[in-house]
């Protein structure tokens, strides 16, 4: 995991002192520098923009950076990488949410306290799906089959989808059985 200290790229982009992510044109600078730093990262790299240095975040600034993002990674713009948010307080939570969901977008976050969150949209039926790799930490179709009492094409689509808006981490293992997808959740 590579963390993104947002403050810090809050003081170098804007240089103002401040500890707010306020206004349009704040945020489109400050997600230009993400993409940037982003793409230098290896595939399969997990980063995690720690919002714990953060004073408030408003709504358009939180759909500048976070909703065009999490919009941008799950079109595979950022190739295969993972965004969550770290050390939010509940009131950035809000803000983060409402932007993502007026986009019909999530994104898998911790909390100050160290709670693990979905914040945004998704389908009940994946939530109960996530929820179990949370618990479990990993997850196959076949486990997930057993798990929920799933045909096991069902299962599998789900985990696809979850792995497809990157709210999990899928990779190729080699099992008894020969080779299987392996999910687990990205806030290890």
């Not at 911790?110 to 790799?133: R, S």
């Not at 798990?147 to 299962?155: F, I, R, V, W, Y």
């Not at 099992?175 to 299987?180: I, T």
Request: hydrophobic residues 35%.
């Amino acid at each position: 995991m590579t963390k993104y200290d947002l403050y810090k790229l809050l003081n170098e982009e804007l240089g103002n002192g401040s500890s707010d992510l306020v206004t349009r044109p704040s945020g489109n600078k400050i997600r230009e520098r993400i993409e940037k730093d982003i793409a230098k990262e290896k595939d399969g790299t997990v980063v995690a923009l720690d919002f714990s240095k953060i004073g408030i975040i408003d709504f358009s600034c939180a759909d500048e950076i976070v909703a065009k993002l999490v919009s941008r990674l799950i079109s595979g713009e950022y190739g295969d990488r993972y965004i969550i948010l770290t050390g939010l307080n509940e009131n950035q939570k809000e803000n983060i949410e409402v932007a993502l969901e007026r986009k019909d977008l999530a994104v898998m976050g911790e909390m100050k306290n160290k709670a693990k969150i979905l914040i945004g949209n998704l389908d009940n039926y994946l939530k109960q799906t996530l929820n179990l790799i949370l618990d479990k930490e990993t997850v196959t179709a076949k486990e997930l089959s057993d798990a929920l009492s799933l045909p096991a094409n069902t299962s599998g689509t789900r985990l696809l989808n979850l792995y497809k808006k990157r709210l999990v981490i899928r990779t190729e293992k080699v099992r008894d059985s020969g080779r299987v997808w392996v999910y687990e959740e990205v806030l290890k």
